[in-house]
Structures are given as C-alpha cells and as structure tokens.
C-alpha cells in the first residue's frame, strides 16, 4: 500500500512537470513561430512608427511601442531599486521595532497583490486632479507602484538571510551605517537582482496601469510629458484589430516581447553567478 | 600598573528587554581589568553572559534593538558608553573575530585591504604593503599569493578563520575580541589559529570567549569564569586551575558541570 503511495506520488510529480513545460513551450511555440512569420514578411514593423491607417492594415509598425516600454520600465525600475533597497534597509535595521517592520511588510504585500489597474485610476485621479493628459511620467510612476512591492519584498528577503555575523563584523571593523549597507547589500546581490527581474518582468508585461496613465498614442514618445504607449497595449490594439495582417502584427510585438524577458532573465542570470561566487553557502 | 592600560569594566550591568514582561538580566554588575598585551580568556557554561560580555567591549550590541547598558567600560581612558564616543573610531580600535568565519563578498586582497582603504584612504601600493604584511603575519600568504584576487568564499574555513584575524588586524587595532573562534574549526586549523594567536599577544590584548577547557589550558593568561552573569572567579590560569576557591568554579574544571 505505501509504496503504491510512493508511485502514485512520482507519477503525479512527472505529469505536473510535463504540464507546465508543455504548456510554456506550447505558448512560446505559438507566439515565436506566429511572429517570427510576422517579422519575415515585413521587417519594417519593428522600425517604424504606425501610419494613419495602421490599424486599418496601413503602413506603419509599432517601434513607438518598443521605445515607451523601455522608456518606461527602465526608469520605474531603478527608481524602485533604489526605493526598495533603503526600505529593506530600514525595516531591518534598530530604527524599525519588529511590530511597525511586520505593518509595513503587510503593506507591502497587499501592494502586491492589488491589480495595476487600480494604479492606473490612482495616477490617472492623479493627472484629472491638475488638469494633465497622459504621459510617460504618469506611466512610470503607474509602474513604480507596481514595481516597489515586489523588489523591495525580495530585497527584503535577501537581507534578513545573510548570516547576522556578518553585520556584526562589518560594524566590528568601524565602519557607519552606509557601508555596512553597501557590504549587506553586496552579500545580498543575487537575491536583489532575483527581485528585479521579477518587478522588471510585471512592468514590461502590465498593460492595464499604461492605458489609463500614459495612453494608447500611435507616435514615438517625446520627453516625460509627451504621451507614448507600451507594447502590451500595442498587442491588445492590434489583436482587436478586423484585419488579419494587422492581428499578425499582435505575434510580431508579442515576439519582441518576449526577446526582451529573454534577454533580461539570462543576463541575470549570469549576473547572479558572477555574484553569488563571494558569498558563503551554508 | 601604567595609566591607561588595558580595559577597565565597572558595575556593568546588560538587560534584554522581553517582550515587555520582565528585563532579561545576561550581565549583573561586573567589574573586572582585562590586562593589555595579554591573552585573557572568558569561559564559562552556555548562557552565562560570555558573548554579551565581550560584545559589551565595542558595543556590538548597540546594533540590536532592545538592549539596555549600565556600568562604564573604559579603554584608553575614555569611557566607551559615554553618548558622545564615535562607535566606528571605537571598533577601529576593538576589533571583533566571530565565530563562524564571514568572509566580505569580496576577494581575498579587498578582504584584508577594505577596511585600511576605509580609514586611511590608502593607494594601491601603500595597501599592497599592508596586505602582505598582514597576510604574512597570519601565516596565510604562502597558501594564497597566487590567487589574491579570488573570492575569499573559495578558502577553505579554517583560511577564512585567518583571513578574518587578518581583516581586524589590519586595521590596526589595539584589542581583539574573539568569539569561540576555532568552535568551527577542524582540530588541525584550530591549531594553527591558537598558534597564531599566542604570536599576536605580544602586539595586542586580546579577549577570548572559550568553552573548551583544554584549549583555556593550551592557551593559558588571564583567565574569568562567568556564570549566570556574574563573574565568580579570575585569575592566572595555573591559579585558577590548581586552586579554584569556588565550588562552581571546581565543578566546571572538573566537567561536573557545562
């Protein structure tokens, strides 16, 4: 009976592992051979910015959209890097007694589990409130909010596990509160970078915030308070769209998209090996 | 005796605060001179204060919350809980080695370079100096001048032990505090750790938090039994071995109690 147990037990463990790669691999398979095509057939879509007609199968492409996400997330996240690491910092540090670091860390969980559509309103009140359109600022500022809860989590997290000594000989060796921090978090880096890629991954993904805060503008963004739009919006526009080339176009950006996830999560990756040679397992 | 010498500890007193019912006692009323240029060595059962006693002496503790201190500690004439004492010109001066070794998530040269870089804005020759004289003075030069610039992580514990004596002695500090520093260490690597340290006594006091009688006996100095946060007993190790005059202190010798 108990080993039968046991088999019953691997064979689920099997099929759920082969789930989950089949789905991933069904979802990457789709996108990446759809736009792949996408992209063959007319290379121009990633370079140029939509013409009039665009969504009614024009000329034109969804460069602008490439351009407002990155001038977005790139932004939003290090503000939020360096937003969460001194909230990290502070929460485990005597200025903050154990009961107000638990509120705060209930907080920061109820964050992140809020929908960024209800960010979005937030900013767009926001923006009605002093009689401003939507633009890039209000749209990094949507995603800060998305952003914080996460990686200051997940700095959190890395922080409280370096081992304790090694604040205590940090301080032994005379050194202030600042550089004790740095060292701190230096030990902590491939937690912290872990933590980025997460809060990066929601941003560059997160339509819902963009719409209402930034727009859904079908020319290249200007400055801070130009409007602009991010390619989830692009992709849920063109996906919409009547016209089958155009719906193509949806593969094409989701393709890009997904370039980017890629690119980012491997030098992460490597990123946190190169870190992760200095710390000490237990 | 010379002014100034050594550390004078005066009705030191620590509490844990608990969960606001009642404060924790670790330290009551100590009173004690740890001579300079000397190995002296705390020991004790677990629990009787050593380790808040000797994290008493660059106040380590004061990065903790809930930490209460009375009583003065005076290192070179000054009081070291006096509010307006710098505590980093402090811990330059008191050096700590933990028990488990912590190498810096750096390599082995910025591990012994970082802290001199700190307080006195070395070049990088001037910290080439430093760090082979150190790393000479710890016997680890010979096993890592080819691979200065390697993460310390890669050493092996015992190298990371010496690695971190380096680091405080770099600095130049004038006392060490050492806590359980060979508890971590394989027989052979403790050996050269008290080796090391019996070189250094010449140049630094050092305090010793040990609950290994024998190595108290290799060591040997001035020793303090703490227990239940009172300091029952001190004196020179012969002394206190051959004719301990408190029973506690005569169980412990004798292992009936640990």
Not at chain 1, 9 to 32: C, D, E, N, R, Y
Not at chain 1, 63 to 69: D, E, K, L, V, Y
Not at chain 1, 204 to 230: E, N, V
Not at chain 2, 42 to 65: E, F, V, W, Y
């Amino acid at each position: 009976m108990r080993y039968l147990e046991e088999k019953i037990v691997k064979i689920l463990m099997i099929s759920s592992i082969f789930a989950v790669l089949g789905s991933l691999l069904f979802i990457l398979f789709i996108t990446i051979s759809r736009g792949w095509v996408s992209i063959k057939e007319n290379p121009g879509i990633i370079f140029s910015t939509p013409g009039p007609r665009y969504l009614l199968g024009g000329e034109g492409g969804f460069f602008h959209a490439i351009a407002g996400s990155l001038y977005m997330v790139v932004p939003s996240t290090i503000i939020s890097l360096i937003l969460a690491c001194l909230i990290a910092l502070f929460l485990q540090s005597e200025y903050s007694s154990k009961r107000v670091s638990e509120i705060i860390r209930l907080f920061m969980d109820i964050l992140w589990g809020t929908p960024s559509i209800i960010y979005g309103l937030f900013v767009l009140t926001i923006l009605i409130s002093f009689h401003q359109r939507g633009c890039l600022l209000a749209g990094i500022v949507a995603l800060i909010f998305l952003e914080l809860p996460i990686i200051t989590r997940y700095v959190d997290e890395s922080i409280s596990s370096t081992p304790k000594e090694l604040k205590e000989i940090a301080y032994s060796m005379g050194l202030t509160r600042v550089e004790v921090s740095k060292i701190v978090l230096k030990y902590s880096t491939s937690g912290i970078i872990a933590g980025v890629l997460i809060g990066l991954g929601r941003a560059l993904g997160d339509a819902a915030s963009i719409i209402f805060t930034t727009g859904a503008a079908s020319t290249m963004p200007k400055g801070l308070f130009s409007s602009g739009t991010a390619l989830p919006v692009v992709i849920f526009q063109q996906a919409s769209s009547f016209y089958p080339s155009v719906r193509d176009h949806a593969y094409a950006a989701a393709f890009i998209l997904i370039i980017i996830i890629l690119v980012l999560s491997i030098t992460s990756r490597l990123l946190q090996k190169k870190f992760s040679k200095y710390t000490v397992g237990d | 005796m010379q002014k100034n010498n050594g550390i004078k500890i005066r009705n030191l007193n620590i509490y844990y605060k608990n969960n606001r019912k009642s404060d924790f006692s670790a330290l009551h009323n100590i009173n004690l001179d740890i001579p300079k240029n000397h190995i002296t060595i705390i020991m004790g059962p677990s629990g009787s204060g050593k380790t808040t006693l000797l994290k008493s002496l660059n106040r380590l503790h004061s990065i903790n919350n809930g930490v209460k201190v009375s009583g003065k500690v005076i290192i070179d004439g000054e009081d070291i809980y006096h509010p307006m004492h710098l505590l980093p010109e402090l811990r330059r001066k008191v050096g700590l080695i933990s028990q488990k070794p912590i190498p810096l998530p750096l390599s082995i040269y910025e591990n012994v370079a970082y802290g001199p870089k700190i307080h006195n804005r070395l070049n990088r020759k001037e910290s080439d100096v430093i760090v082979e004289k150190v790393l000479k003075k710890v016997n680890l030069w010979e096993e890592v001048k080819d691979r200065l610039n390697q993460p310390a992580a890669d050493l092996s514990v015992g190298q990371q032990q010496r690695l971190s004596i380096a680091r405080a002695i770099a600095i130049n500090p004038d006392i060490l505090l050492c806590d359980e520093i060979t508890s971590a260490l394989d027989p052979i690597s403790s050996e050269k750790v008290e080796h090391l340290l019996l070189s250094l006594k010449e140049e630094y006091t050092i305090v010793l938090v040990s609950h290994m009688l024998r190595q108290v006996k290799r060591l040997g100095g001035y020793v303090i039994f703490l227990y239940m946060g009172k300091v029952l007993e001190q004196g020179n190790m012969e002394e206190l071995f051959n004719s301990p005059r408190n029973k506690i202190t005569q169980q412990y010798i004798k292992g009936v109690i640990s």
